[in-house]
Protein backbone atom coordinates (compact mmCIF):
# COMPACT_ATOMS: atom_id res chain seq x y z
CA UNK A 1 0.00 0.00 0.00
CA UNK A 2 1.51 3.12 -0.69
CA UNK A 3 1.79 6.17 1.67
CA UNK A 4 0.96 10.05 1.13
CA UNK A 5 4.35 10.34 1.19
CA UNK A 6 4.43 8.02 -1.85
CA UNK A 7 2.63 10.42 -4.12
CA UNK A 8 3.38 11.77 -7.40
CA UNK A 9 0.05 13.70 -9.14
CA UNK A 10 -1.80 15.37 -6.94
CA UNK A 11 -5.57 16.14 -7.98
CA UNK A 12 -7.12 19.15 -7.04
CA UNK A 13 -10.43 20.74 -6.63
CA UNK A 14 -10.36 23.93 -6.44
CA UNK A 15 -13.18 26.55 -4.42
CA UNK A 16 -13.47 25.41 -0.91
CA UNK A 17 -10.14 22.98 -1.16
CA UNK A 18 -7.52 25.39 -2.63
CA UNK A 19 -9.02 28.92 -1.93
CA UNK A 20 -12.91 30.13 -0.91
CA UNK A 21 -14.31 32.52 -3.50
CA UNK A 22 -11.24 35.25 -3.50
CA UNK A 23 -9.47 33.95 -0.25
CA UNK A 24 -6.30 31.96 -0.73
CA UNK A 25 -6.34 29.73 1.93
CA UNK A 26 -2.99 29.70 4.25
CA UNK A 27 -0.56 26.67 3.06
CA UNK A 28 -1.92 26.48 -0.49
CA UNK A 29 1.28 27.93 -2.25
CA UNK A 30 3.27 26.01 0.52
CA UNK A 31 1.68 22.53 -0.81
CA UNK A 32 1.98 23.57 -4.37
CA UNK A 33 5.69 24.28 -4.45
CA UNK A 34 6.28 21.78 -1.94
CA UNK A 35 5.01 18.73 -4.16
CA UNK A 36 6.89 20.23 -6.93
CA UNK A 37 10.31 20.24 -5.00
CA UNK A 38 9.34 16.76 -3.98
CA UNK A 39 9.82 15.47 -7.62
CA UNK A 40 5.82 15.83 -8.19
CA UNK A 41 2.99 17.08 -10.74
CA UNK A 42 -0.44 18.15 -9.81
CA UNK A 43 -3.34 19.22 -11.53
CA UNK A 44 -6.71 21.55 -10.82
CA UNK A 45 -10.08 19.79 -11.72
CA UNK A 46 -13.39 21.09 -12.49
CA UNK A 47 -16.47 20.27 -13.20
CA UNK A 48 -17.24 23.96 -14.70
CA UNK A 49 -17.70 23.41 -18.51
CA UNK A 50 -18.85 26.82 -19.00
CA UNK A 51 -15.82 29.10 -19.52
CA UNK A 52 -12.64 28.21 -20.84
CA UNK A 53 -9.05 27.76 -19.03
CA UNK A 54 -8.12 30.81 -19.66
CA UNK A 55 -10.33 32.12 -16.89
CA UNK A 56 -9.14 29.90 -14.63
CA UNK A 57 -5.61 30.77 -15.05
CA UNK A 58 -6.52 34.24 -14.84
CA UNK A 59 -8.23 33.88 -11.46
CA UNK A 60 -5.81 31.61 -9.48
CA UNK A 61 -2.83 33.89 -11.40
CA UNK A 62 -4.92 36.46 -9.44
CA UNK A 63 -4.99 34.61 -5.98
CA UNK A 64 -1.32 34.73 -6.37
CA UNK A 65 -1.03 31.17 -7.93
CA UNK A 66 1.49 30.52 -10.66
CA UNK A 67 -0.13 28.07 -13.13
CA UNK A 68 -0.40 27.98 -17.06
CA UNK A 69 -3.14 26.26 -19.16
CA UNK A 70 -1.48 23.16 -19.17
CA UNK A 71 -2.58 22.56 -15.08
CA UNK A 72 -6.03 22.30 -15.47
CA UNK A 73 -8.46 19.81 -16.72
CA UNK A 74 -11.86 20.56 -17.19
CA UNK A 75 -15.00 18.15 -17.93
CA UNK A 76 -14.90 19.92 -21.02
CA UNK A 77 -11.30 17.70 -21.69
CA UNK A 78 -13.03 14.58 -20.41
CA UNK A 79 -16.09 15.02 -22.57
CA UNK A 80 -13.55 15.51 -25.48
CA UNK A 81 -11.85 12.71 -24.75
CA UNK A 82 -15.31 10.29 -24.41
CA UNK A 83 -16.18 11.60 -27.69
CA UNK A 84 -12.60 10.71 -29.10
CA UNK A 85 -12.65 7.15 -27.56
CA UNK A 86 -16.26 6.41 -28.15
CA UNK A 87 -17.61 8.33 -30.89
CA UNK A 88 -14.76 9.77 -32.98
CA UNK A 89 -17.42 10.38 -36.13
CA UNK A 90 -20.48 11.11 -34.74
CA UNK A 91 -22.16 14.60 -34.93
CA UNK A 92 -23.73 16.42 -32.25
CA UNK A 93 -25.99 19.18 -31.11
CA UNK A 94 -24.09 20.88 -28.28
CA UNK A 95 -26.76 23.32 -25.48
CA UNK A 96 -23.32 24.89 -24.20
CA UNK A 97 -21.76 28.40 -24.13
CA UNK A 98 -19.80 29.92 -27.20
CA UNK A 99 -17.25 29.43 -25.40
CA UNK A 100 -17.66 25.64 -25.02
CA UNK A 101 -19.22 25.16 -28.57
CA UNK A 102 -15.40 26.43 -29.88
CA UNK A 103 -13.54 24.04 -27.56
CA UNK A 104 -15.09 21.18 -28.66
CA UNK A 105 -14.58 22.69 -32.65
CA UNK A 106 -11.21 23.02 -31.87
CA UNK A 107 -10.60 19.61 -30.37
CA UNK A 108 -11.64 18.40 -34.08
CA UNK A 109 -15.53 17.31 -32.67
CA UNK A 110 -17.63 17.88 -35.10
CA UNK A 111 -20.65 20.01 -33.23
CA UNK A 112 -23.39 22.36 -34.08
CA UNK A 113 -25.42 25.25 -32.21
CA UNK A 114 -27.78 25.03 -34.42
CA UNK A 115 -31.19 24.90 -33.26
CA UNK A 116 -32.77 24.29 -36.42
CA UNK A 117 -30.31 21.36 -37.92
CA UNK A 118 -31.57 17.94 -37.05
CA UNK A 119 -28.70 16.26 -38.36
CA UNK A 120 -26.87 15.01 -35.44
CA UNK A 121 -26.04 11.65 -34.17
CA UNK A 122 -26.36 12.97 -30.55
CA UNK A 123 -26.66 15.58 -27.69
CA UNK A 124 -24.07 17.27 -24.82
CA UNK A 125 -25.56 19.04 -22.72
CA UNK A 126 -23.28 21.01 -20.58
CA UNK A 127 -23.41 23.81 -17.81
CA UNK A 128 -24.69 26.46 -20.65
CA UNK A 129 -25.18 29.65 -18.79
CA UNK A 130 -26.03 31.31 -22.52
CA UNK A 131 -28.95 28.71 -22.19
CA UNK A 132 -32.10 29.16 -24.00
CA UNK A 133 -35.90 27.97 -24.94
CA UNK A 134 -34.80 27.20 -28.11
CA UNK A 135 -31.99 25.55 -27.47
CA UNK A 136 -33.76 23.15 -24.90
CA UNK A 137 -37.14 22.37 -27.21
CA UNK A 138 -34.43 21.75 -29.85
CA UNK A 139 -32.91 18.74 -27.15
CA UNK A 140 -35.97 17.70 -26.62
CA UNK A 141 -37.12 17.45 -30.29
CA UNK A 142 -33.56 15.70 -30.91
CA UNK A 143 -33.78 12.97 -27.74
CA UNK A 144 -37.46 12.34 -28.11
CA UNK A 145 -37.69 12.03 -31.85
CA UNK A 146 -34.91 9.31 -32.51
CA UNK A 147 -32.34 6.96 -29.97
CA UNK A 148 -29.59 9.34 -29.59
CA UNK A 149 -25.96 9.47 -27.99
CA UNK A 150 -26.60 11.90 -24.75
CA UNK A 151 -23.91 13.22 -22.82
CA UNK A 152 -23.69 15.64 -20.34
CA UNK A 153 -20.51 17.56 -19.06
CA UNK A 154 -21.54 17.48 -15.37
CA UNK A 155 -23.92 16.26 -13.12
CA UNK A 156 -23.70 19.14 -10.20
CA UNK A 157 -27.67 20.83 -9.57
CA UNK A 158 -26.59 24.48 -9.01
CA UNK A 159 -23.17 26.36 -8.97
CA UNK A 160 -22.26 28.82 -6.29
CA UNK A 161 -22.10 32.45 -6.95
CA UNK A 162 -21.57 35.15 -4.87
CA UNK A 163 -25.32 35.47 -3.58
CA UNK A 164 -26.29 31.57 -3.26
CA UNK A 165 -26.62 29.23 -6.49
CA UNK A 166 -27.85 28.81 -9.85
CA UNK A 167 -29.10 25.98 -11.87
CA UNK A 168 -26.23 24.22 -13.56
CA UNK A 169 -25.78 21.02 -16.12
CA UNK A 170 -27.16 18.36 -13.51
CA UNK A 171 -30.51 20.59 -13.23
CA UNK A 172 -30.98 21.11 -16.96
CA UNK A 173 -30.46 17.59 -17.54
CA UNK A 174 -33.32 17.25 -14.95
CA UNK A 175 -35.54 19.20 -16.75
CA UNK A 176 -34.67 17.81 -20.19
CA UNK A 177 -35.85 14.30 -18.18
CA UNK A 178 -38.75 15.41 -17.75
CA UNK A 179 -40.18 16.51 -21.04
CA UNK A 180 -38.49 13.38 -23.21
CA UNK A 181 -37.68 10.67 -20.17
CA UNK A 182 -34.27 10.29 -20.93
CA UNK A 183 -30.84 10.62 -19.13
CA UNK A 184 -27.66 11.32 -20.28
CA UNK A 185 -24.36 9.97 -19.48
CA UNK A 186 -22.28 11.94 -17.48
CA UNK A 187 -18.67 12.14 -17.61
CA UNK A 188 -17.33 15.05 -15.12
CA UNK A 189 -17.01 14.32 -10.77
CA UNK A 190 -17.86 11.65 -9.14
CA UNK A 191 -17.14 9.81 -12.71
CA UNK A 192 -14.00 8.57 -12.62
CA UNK A 193 -13.29 9.70 -16.44
CA UNK A 194 -11.54 13.15 -15.62
CA UNK A 195 -8.82 11.41 -13.46
CA UNK A 196 -8.37 8.72 -15.81
CA UNK A 197 -7.71 10.95 -18.16
CA UNK A 198 -4.87 13.01 -15.44
CA UNK A 199 -3.25 9.71 -14.83
CA UNK A 200 -2.55 9.05 -18.48
CA UNK A 201 -1.50 12.50 -18.90
CA UNK A 202 0.85 12.63 -16.55
CA UNK A 203 2.01 8.67 -16.90
CA UNK A 204 0.67 8.27 -13.02
CA UNK A 205 -0.69 4.84 -12.14
CA UNK A 206 -3.39 5.11 -9.42
CA UNK A 207 -1.34 3.90 -6.43
CA UNK A 208 0.89 7.23 -7.17
CA UNK A 209 -2.18 9.25 -7.37
CA UNK A 210 -4.05 11.39 -4.83
CA UNK A 211 -7.22 13.00 -4.79
CA UNK A 212 -7.97 16.02 -2.74
CA UNK A 213 -11.59 18.42 -2.54
CA UNK A 214 -14.04 19.22 -0.27
CA UNK A 215 -17.05 17.71 -1.77
CA UNK A 216 -17.76 14.07 -0.54
CA UNK A 217 -20.24 13.67 -3.79
CA UNK A 218 -18.21 14.69 -6.47
CA UNK A 219 -14.28 14.82 -5.56
CA UNK A 220 -13.89 12.19 -3.25
CA UNK A 221 -16.44 9.80 -4.53
CA UNK A 222 -14.18 9.95 -8.25
CA UNK A 223 -11.28 9.37 -6.56
CA UNK A 224 -13.37 6.41 -4.62
CA UNK A 225 -14.74 5.54 -8.41
CA UNK A 226 -11.04 6.04 -10.26
CA UNK A 227 -9.42 3.71 -7.19
CA UNK A 228 -7.30 6.56 -5.93
CA UNK A 229 -6.68 7.52 -2.34
CA UNK A 230 -8.53 10.22 -1.53
CA UNK A 231 -8.55 13.27 0.96
CA UNK A 232 -11.43 15.31 2.18
CA UNK A 233 -10.71 18.94 3.14
CA UNK A 234 -12.70 20.15 5.71
CA UNK A 235 -12.03 24.17 4.72
CA UNK A 236 -14.89 23.93 2.21
CA UNK A 237 -18.42 22.66 2.32
CA UNK A 238 -18.23 19.55 3.67
CA UNK A 239 -18.28 18.93 7.34
CA UNK A 240 -17.17 15.74 9.85
CA UNK A 241 -20.94 15.60 10.30
CA UNK A 242 -21.58 14.65 6.48
CA UNK A 243 -19.34 11.70 6.63
CA UNK A 244 -21.42 9.95 9.06
CA UNK A 245 -24.73 10.07 7.10
CA UNK A 246 -22.53 9.45 3.27
CA UNK A 247 -21.87 5.77 1.90
CA UNK A 248 -18.87 7.83 0.32
CA UNK A 249 -15.62 7.21 2.67
CA UNK A 250 -12.30 8.99 2.06
CA UNK A 251 -8.80 7.68 2.44
CA UNK A 252 -7.80 10.53 4.67
CA UNK A 253 -10.36 13.38 6.27
CA UNK A 254 -7.99 16.69 7.16
CA UNK A 255 -8.97 19.76 8.71
CA UNK A 256 -6.67 22.00 5.71
CA UNK A 257 -4.12 21.71 2.71
CA UNK A 258 -1.96 23.00 5.60
CA UNK A 259 -2.67 19.37 7.60
CA UNK A 260 -1.87 18.01 3.53
CA UNK A 261 1.26 19.50 3.30
CA UNK A 262 2.64 18.84 6.76
CA UNK A 263 1.74 15.30 6.51
CA UNK A 264 3.04 14.63 2.64
CA UNK A 265 6.69 15.01 4.29
MG1 LIG B 1 -14.95 22.43 -4.04
Known amino acids: MSTL ?3 RLFLFDMDGTLYLEDTLFDGTLELLHRIREKGGTYLF ?3 NSSKGVDAYVEKLTRLGIPCEAADFLTSTDATVAYVREHAPSKRFYCVGTRSFVQQLRSCGLSVTDDVTDDA ?3 VILSNDTELTFAKLSHASRLLTCADRLYLA ?5 VCP ?4 SVPDCGSFAQMLEHATGKRPYVIGKPRPDMLQLAMR ?3 CTAEETLMVGDRLYTDIAAGVNAGVD ?6 GEGTRAMLASSDVTPTYVMEDVRELCR ?3
Open 45 to 47: LTN
Open 230 to 235: TVFVLS
Open 161 to 164: TSFG
Open 201 to 203: RCG
Open 120 to 122: VDG
Open 263 to 265: RIG
Open 153 to 157: TNPDW
Open 5 to 7: RDK
